[in-house]
């Protein structure tokens, strides 16, 4: 187990719809990233915060949009599905140090219909 | 520009026996970090190792070692003693301590341990 829990683990909608993915990262780590993972694009970073703020941006749509809570629990928020967004959404949680092993989370599968 | 590079698909090991993953990496940090990742059919990301770019030794966790060559630009992993549990995708990841943190993956081997 890695810390880091993500709700839910699967999500079946239809397109057009919004959808919104959850995660808490390990204790005490105030990094979390979200990455997307399909078939075609493989593992693509989409966005990182630190301690409520956003840190970087990857290969994130403006559809999708994502934040951290003061409890530094974080939600990722994806609108107007396509199909193409059908992936498996992972989160990521650090301490932000050189040297930072990123624990994962299980993902959510996404599927859009 | 692909900055990390796998070029074996899928592999095939014998149990017992040791394997090297390859993987290669771009960058013009001199400041980095390379990490291999294991992913198994149930999906989750395990952290295996991690190599820092100013590390003189190679890594190594257990059965895990990394095969550091800083001038070929290589982080090739390399697991002794094969288990039917190691059957699993393995991704090379790398960060650039300049600029942005994010891990940047490659497109991962797909490692088979036959009995």
């Known amino acids: 187990d890695s810390g880091v829990t993500q709700t839910p683990k699967h999500l079946i909608t239809a397109t057009g719809q919004r959808v919104t993915l959850r995660c808490s990262p390990r204790s005490g780590d105030l990094s979390v990233y979200w990455y997307q993972q399909s078939l075609d694009q493989g593992l693509q970073f989409l966005i990182q915060?630190?301690?409520?703020?956003?840190?970087a941006k990857g290969n994130i749509l403006e559809r999708f949009s994502a934040q951290q809570f003061p409890d530094l629990h974080s939600e990722l928020n994806l609108s107007s599905l396509e199909l193409g967004d059908s992936a498996l959404y992972f989160c990521?949680?650090?301490?932000?140090?050189?040297?930072?092993?990123?624990?994962f989370g299980s993902g959510t599968q996404l599927s859009v219909l | 520009a692909q900055k990390i590079t796998q070029t074996q698909p899928g592999m095939f090991v014998q149990e017992k026996e040791a394997v090297t993953l390859d993987c290669t990496y771009d960058?013009?940090?001199?400041?980095?970090?390379l990490f291999w990742y294991k992913q198994p059919s149930s999906g989750e990301m395990i952290f295996l190792i991690y190599?820092?770019?100013?590390?003189?030794q190679n890594a190594t966790e257990g059965r895990y070692s990394l095969n550091f060559q800083k001038a070929r630009k290589s982080a090739n992993l390399v697991i002794s003693a094969s288990q039917l549990g190691d059957s699993a995708m393995y991704f090379c990841?790398?960060?650039?301590?300049?600029?942005?943190?994010?891990?940047?993956f490659g497109s991962g081997t797909r490692l088979q341990v036959q009995p």
């Open positions: 990841a790398m960060r650039e301590y300049t600029g942005r943190r994010a891990l940047t």
């Open positions: 960058t013009s940090d001199q400041s980095y970090g």
């Open positions: 190599q820092g770019s100013y590390d003189e």
């Open positions: 990521a949680s650090g301490r932000d140090s050189r040297d930072e092993k990123l624990f």
């Open positions: 915060y630190y301690n409520g703020e956003e840190r």
